[in-house]
């Protein structure tokens, strides 16, 4: 059972008071309503997330940071009399109940005001009345209002709630569009005719629909006219108009309208599955340009280091190493074992061929999973350049032995005290294997094998602390794992030289700047992208990759069976929806501020985004698979597919499965 009382402190303290809400009566206010009374059902337990979320009617429960803000902004103190436009839910209603002396409250949808109604009622709350009408203009009968909220984006502030302001009273209001981005607005009433307006920063709503709002359509309503663009419409025509059609992915020309971006050192590409065959052609064929046209020498994939360095060494024309493992075999096993990704291992070993070892191709893992398979790589490497460190090294990762196999019981076991932990023993040998690199160029051991051994010491240690705080739960494990990921890519970078350039393999959720999502604004997580345009500012280029619909291989469950399922038509208030509307079946959207300030600018305004991983559940899409981004500040562009397919997973058993890839890949070995 979630325990909402604690959740709700925890949110006031790191969202609301923790971004600077300071007015007291406010932040007791937010402690005191339960918010999970005012979503839907199947949602409590996202209620304390701190993001806005999907309500009937198509409509959204506001951000609780931002009904914070507003309520602040405004003013308001006992016995006050307020008015809000666009009450939803009614949880902000509610929330300025507990500080107000009376609410008024108008929503325009009848199933909104009639669940609204029900909790008010079911909580007690009776300082507040409600009715359905279209609130732009204003509840004269009541007027004047000390303070006006309006919980939906207008064209201007509505000349009927200015009027209705007492003097002295607040107007809040979001005032713009989707393409200008919306502000949010104080308008105070100095006196009758005198009003001062203040701007209190950029904000995402929903479109105040009205007499002195927007139109149905999307348009401005007539009472409420400014010469201009008109909402809606001029999105979709942004989109319509920015969407450069791209070839097949197949046809040789493809990948040539990715050559915008190769002046960067790093370029990521992201992917909204881990299971869909269009991504894995798009990224081999864009890699591959940016490899044999642009300098690009290192693939750095979300797969686990020991793994690839399996990979790295076959594209490499070097002889397996005696006792490897067969790799990737923890679930989702399709994500690499599969024929796209066979085929670009194929294409860099023959890319590879007759070049010498400092002008090939490298692909690398960025991943800490296995831990197991870094040991062995540690130990195998110390075993012939060191057999003394080997012996010390032996001894020292004998502490996570029990673990070794199942790595996850070793973060419940820590949590006993009868155990002690590893950490000191890991960091240790991480520490003197890399204090040793000159000694053991010295004795001869190339540098990629260094590379391969200290990186695999830098896992085991990485994984040691993942593990143990795994149990702890929160966005800690995430930021340790995406931290880790991010010093990998930076290690490679360093150990190939000022001149390397690397592609990056990544889930959207990990290459697109978290900042700019759910992920960072809700849930304190980060990831690769982020780091990335921290890191390297410009030099970084970032790539999203959507789709519409179609099929995708995935499973129910974590460790469940593989299946083909169908990708449901995107939600109607998506990007993806956006792009299918508006865009060809194969485009990219270039949403660089330098390339095109209007759609960055459209396209800064959130959006929900779906994000499907290594599991897919339709039945529960919308909660388990949308979130809100803003897209253009998480990508530099959008690679766009409106109709994708699944991968071909390879067979698992060595019989027979790898078929169709070269006799030589090493899967299985
Ligand atoms: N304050 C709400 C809450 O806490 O749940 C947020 C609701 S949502 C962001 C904005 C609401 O404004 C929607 O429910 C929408 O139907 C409503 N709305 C839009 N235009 C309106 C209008 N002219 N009059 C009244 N409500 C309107």
């Known amino acids: 059972m979630a325990d909402h009382d604690a959740e709700r ?49 198509g409509q959204t429960i506001s951000q609780p940071y931002i009904v914070a803000l507003m309520i602040e902004a405004a003013g308001i103190g006992p016995g006050d009399r307020v008015l809000e436009v666009g009450a939803g839910s009614g949880y902000a209603a509610a929330v300025v109940s507990r500080i107000a002396g009376h609410v008024h409250a108008i929503e325009r949808h009848a199933s909104l005001v009639e669940a609204a109604q029900a909790r ?21 009968e009541f007027a004047p209002f000390d303070a006006i909220l309006v919980a939906a984006g207008a064209p201007a502030p509505p000349q009927a709630l200015r009027a209705q302001l007492a003097i002295g009273g607040r107007l809040v209001v979001p005032v713009g569009d989707s393409v200008l981005g919306e502000r949010l607005r104080r308008i105070t009433r100095i006196d009758d005719d005198r009003y001062q307006e203040d701007d209190l920063g950029g904000v995402s709503f929903v479109p105040l629909i009205g007499e002195q709002g927007w139109a149905e359509d999307g348009r401005r309503s007539a009472s409420n006219h400014v010469p201009g663009r008109s909402r809606g419409h001029s999105l979709a025509q942004l989109v319509a108009d920015a969407a450069e059609p791209l070839p097949y992915i197949d046809a040789p020309g493809f990948a040539e309208a990715f050559d915008r971006f190769a002046d960067a050192r790093v370029v990521l590409l992201g992917e909204c599955s881990h299971g869909t065959s269009q991504f894995y052609r798009a990224r081999a064929a864009i890699t591959r340009r940016l490899v044999e046209h642009h300098g690009f020498n290192l693939l750095a994939i979300e797969a686990d280091w020991p793994d690839v360095a399996v990979l790295n060494r076959h594209i490499r024309h070097q002889p397996p190493r005696t006792a490897a493992e ?24 023959s890319h590879n061929q007759g070049r010498d070892a400092a002008s090939q191709a490298g692909v690398y893992g960025l991943d800490l999973y296995n831990m197991h398979a870094s040991i062995a790589t540690v130990l195998a490497y110390l075993d012939q350049v060191d057999p003394d460190a080997a012996a010390t090294a032996r001894v020292r990762y004998g502490c996570l032995t029990p673990w070794q196999k199942d790595p996850a019981t070793y973060g ?3 949590l006993d005290d009868r155990y002690r932990t590893c950490e000191q023993e890991v960091v240790r040998q991480c520490r003197d294997l890399l204090a040793r690199q000159v000694d053991y160029a010295r004795a001869g051991a190339d540098g990629e094998r260094f590379l391969d051994a200290a990186q695999s010491a830098r896992l085991v240690a990485a994984a040691e602390r993942y593990y143990r705080i795994m149990y702890y739960g929160g966005a800690d494990s995430w930021n340790l794992r995406d931290t880790h990921m991010f010093d990998t890519l930076c290690h490679l970078l360093e150990a190939h030289g000022a001149q390397s350039k690397a592609v990056v393999w990544a889930h959207n959720s990990h290459v697109g ?27 970084a280029c970032l790539v999203g990759f959507g789709t519409h619909g179609g099929t995708v291989a995935a499973a129910h469950d974590w460790d469940g069976a593989m299946e083909i399922m169908n990708v449901r038509p995107s939600h109607r208030h998506s990007l993806e929806r956006l792009c299918h509307d508006n865009a060809p079946p194969r485009a990219l959207l270039d949403m660089r501020e330098s390339a095109n300030p209007a759609l960055h600018r459209a396209l800064r305004a959130a959006h929900l985004e779906r994000f499907i991983g290594v599991i897919y559940r339709p039945d529960t899409e919308l909660q388990s698979h949308y979130s809100e981004v803003s897209p253009s500040r998480q990508f530099d562009a959008y690679a766009w597919f409106d109709e994708t397919h699944a991968v071909a997973a390879l067979p698992v058993q060595a019989e027979g499965w790898d078929r169709g890839v070269p006799d030589t890949y090493p899967f299985g070995v």
């Open 9 to 57: 402190q925890r949110m006031v303290s790191v969202h609301i008071a923790g971004r600077g809400i300071r007015d007291r009566s406010v932040l007791e206010a937010m402690r005191t309503v339960p918010r999970e009374r005012f979503v839907d059902t199947g949602m409590q337990e996202f209620a304390y997330e701190d993001s806005p979320l999907p309500i009937d009617a």
């Open 120 to 140: 008010f009622d079911a909580l007690g709350y009776d300082n507040i009345t409600l009715r359905v009408g279209d609130g732009s203009l204003g509840w004269p």
């Open 513 to 539: 700047d978290a900042r700019h999502t759910d992920m960072g604004t809700a849930r304190g997580e980060l990831n690769i992208g982020q780091l990335c345009h921290e890191r390297f500012g410009d030099d």
């Open 412 to 414: 419940r076991a820590v």
């Open 326 to 349: 067969p790799i990737f075999q923890r679930f989702p096993r399709w994500m690499w074992q599969n024929a796209e990704f066979a085929s670009m291992i194929g294409w860099l070993r």
